[in-house]
């Protein structure tokens, strides 16, 4: 039976969490009712433990004296973290990082989705703080589930009322299901360039920083999947979960991808290979008198090309298209030549893609319309490239 946390903060939206821990349980999930301070205040947290037949969690400090620590424990236990209804208080705190309850500091621990329905006063929600929050918050991987607009505690009418019940179980349980969608498959992901030298000091290489690559084998994990991610050189931290092995030029990426690819079902080639390498790399540092002004360079192995050909019916292959104009016609191109299963391009250049946190993306699979994601941050459009991989994979399959 999965187990979940409802968070429960001090809204007068409360009296609908009731209805939140009921639609869970028809669901088949067991809950655990994690309330504030302030929220105990408003409702008793026996009626939320008479409810999920659970002791209802509100002080950090009366965890039991066990070898285990209670918001570490349930971090770990949970399918889902949802919290509704959320206070601008509790939604400023996570994104803030400020952790000084058991709520708070449960967000820290958890890496389970987290799914948050926010309830508060119209000028609370649409200030502008709030909002940059929530933005944060949704750059980070949370999702929402957005308020109504009606009549409100305070009098006003306005946006703020917290959605029914039934709509955040409905989106809670659609995480639920993400979390074990890729269960028993193995997901290959590259990411980051390559770097290919001339001497140990200079090298051809590119600007990508790897983050997309690293956000798509970070939610191959979410989603169950053994993963594997091939990472030319980056300077971010390996998500937790995958199996991480760090090469330096296109040759090394091609030797691990080989290796990988035998039991992989997915291939998500994200990484920018350098397309050159220098016919003649030196093993000591050369003076550029030495050098002279020509360097003869020779094509580096096409690794998805590669894979391309040697694809068995079973597998899915991903590859990624950087352009700075005629996008969709060159991401077609490479689509076909490749023998990928669905291409996303994006442009690059003037600041574009490349190193920043956000990537406006377009999918393209060989027939069909292309699918357009509009800005949004490399988590959330990774989560939109699995989705859309995901139904082609059913799709192939039937
Ligand atoms: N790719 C690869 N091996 C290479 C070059 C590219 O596997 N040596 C993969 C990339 O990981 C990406 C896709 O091929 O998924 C397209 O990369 P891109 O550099 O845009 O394409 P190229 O084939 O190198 O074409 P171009 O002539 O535009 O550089």
Redesign the pocket.
Known sequence: MKKIALGVSSSVGIYKACEVVRGFQKSGVEVQVVMTPNAARLISPLLFSSLSGTKTIVDIFEEPLARTVGHIALAREIALLCVAPATANVIGKFAGGVADDFLSTLFLASRAPVLIAPAMNEAMYLHPQTQANIARLKALGAEFVEPEKGYLACGDEGWGRLAEPEAIVLEGMRLIGRTASLKGKTVLV?AGPTREHLDPVRFLSNPSSGKMGYELAREAVARGAETILVSGPTSLVPPAGARTEFVQT?AE??AACLKAFPKADIVV???????FRFKAPRARKAGKIEIGSTLAVE?????????GKKKRPGQFL??????THDILA?ARK?LA??N?DL?VANAVGEGKAFATDDNSVRIIAPSGPVQETGLLSKREASRVIFDRVEAAVEKKRR
Request: hydrophobic share 60%; proline share 3%.
């Open positions: 590259t296109a990426m091609q080639m994200a990484a920018a290979v350098s397309d094509k580096t192995p096409d690794i998805l090309a590669l894979l991903v590859g990624f298209a950087a352009e060159h490479k030549a490749k990928a291409m």
